[in-house]
């Protein structure tokens, strides 16, 4: 199968959108696909290594076409598309069976329209709250919000297929009017993210007091409400750890003197940062999944996060970790003074979140995709394609996909 996969980030970008199509590249060629990257070009002087898949004579660097892009006004570290004539001659010479759009706005728009001037089904895969972000950025006092609908409406409608990374994300998509939407999760690597990799004389330096570690990991940006951890930086016996970067790095370094900041993590180091927190906490109110939180599992690590969005799939409970009212900062700290309090608690939420995780493997997700594929490339053609052991299922009401893990109502919430 020829695919042309068009996403709106790449690496060297640092995001779940820049690592899932990574994965999703390297899955197809391992099953013998054969798919073309199409992305923004990064800032002037960034490092953009090959990617290689395979080893030996089997080698395979990774085909891709990088399209000439500007920075995005007050947020440099995101790149967008300028227009272009290459998207066009890449994705035709290419000769795709089938195009995948991953977050589709700007490149990938126009990445729909080639699609269907070459008669080409495409995949359309929702994986920001574009919406919630202009919301966030306060973008013309609610009215970016709305247009950020009816841009994600135009984009998708034209999709033989919206794939949804959670359950309240599918539900939100299908209330908003895109139709066909249908599930898509993401997967995890734990061999990687494990336990194993704690590291005790880490966890001094950065904890020299024996304070319970409670981190975070992710881009430092406004609708990340990193802000929410002041609250918990000041309680007693806690050290607060930030890994990761962006522009609102400079105020929460100055709104939380108490804790430490670790920039930019990746690779083996990032593994052991993970490994060796206590507690893992993730502030966002508008993830649409929430990789942070699965890599988390995966060490070992209780996890809490807001009772919204992705989350929602990931978070058992008062079984792997604990679900707060979003964007409350007393319900933050609330919650890490209960499991800073008890060991066995952290303990046993550990074991039970890695246990929830151990199945999701990037092979097991990236099958399903292809499955996807499968589908819509029979509806495409108007043949019959032959029953999955497991298939997808449509989201069209409440509680018609199966979610990761259970659906927490706000009364069950700490107070």
Not at 377 to 383: R, Y
């Amino acid at each position: 199968m020829r695919v042309v996969i068009v996403t709106e980030s790449f690496p060297p970008e640092v995001n779940g959108v820049a690592h899932s199509v990574l994965r999703t590249a390297e899955h197809l060629v391992r099953r013998g696909h054969q798919p073309l990257v199409v992305t923004p070009a990064p800032a002037r002087g960034a490092q953009c290594p090959p990617h290689t898949f395979g080893a030996g004579a089997d080698a395979a660097e990774l085909p891709m076409v990088r399209i000439p892009s500007v920075p995005l006004p007050g947020y440099p570290q995101v790149r967008i598309a300028l227009p272009s004539r290459q998207l066009t001659a890449a994705m035709a010479a290419h000769r795709p069976d089938i195009v995948h759009l991953a977050s589709p706005f700007v490149l990938g728009a126009r990445g729909m329209q080639v699609a269907a001037r070459l008669g080409v089904p495409a995949v359309a895969v929702y994986q920001t709250d574009l919406a919630g972000y202009a919301h966030a950025y306060r973008a013309g006092r609610g009215l970016g919000e709305a247009a950020a609908w009816h841009r994600i409406r135009a984009v998708h409608r034209a999709a033989a297929r919206t794939l949804a990374p959670s359950t309240p994300t599918a539900q939100d998509l299908t209330a908003h009017g895109v139709p066909r939407v249908q599930l898509w999760p993401r997967g995890v690597d734990s061999v990687r993210f494990h336990p194993r990799h704690r590291d005790e004389a880490l966890h001094r330096t950065l904890a020299p007091g024996g304070e319970v570690l409670v981190g975070y990991v992710g881009r430092l940006a406004p609708e990340k409400r990193v802000d929410l951890l002041a609250a918990t930086s000041g309680l007693p016996g806690v050290r607060v750890v930030i890994i990761g970067d962006g522009p609102s790095a400079p105020g929460l370094k100055a709104s939380m003197p108490g804790a430490v900041f670790l920039g930019r993590r990746t690779g083996e180091e990032l593994a052991r940062c993970f490994a060796t927190l206590d507690v893992f906490v993730h502030t966002g109110p508008l993830e649409t999944f929430c990789q942070t939180i699965q890599e988390a599992m995966a060490s070992g690590v209780p996890v809490i996060g807001p009772a919204a969005g992705g989350p929602l799939d990931l978070i058992a409970h008062h079984r792997t970790g604990l679900l707060v009212p979003p964007r409350d900062d007393a319900a933050v700290a609330r919650a890490v003074e209960t499991l800073a309090a008890d060991a066995e608690l952290r303990a046993a939420y550990g074991r039970a979140g890695r246990a929830e995780v151990t199945a999701r493997t990037w092979e097991a997700v990236g099958d399903l995709l292809l499955r996807h594929y499968a589908e819509v490339l029979a509806e495409h053609h108007g043949v019959a394609v032959p029953p999955a052991a497991t298939p997808p299922a449509p989201v069209g009401s409440v509680g018609s996909v199966a979610p990761v893990g259970p659906v927490v109502v706000a009364e069950e919430l700490p107070a």
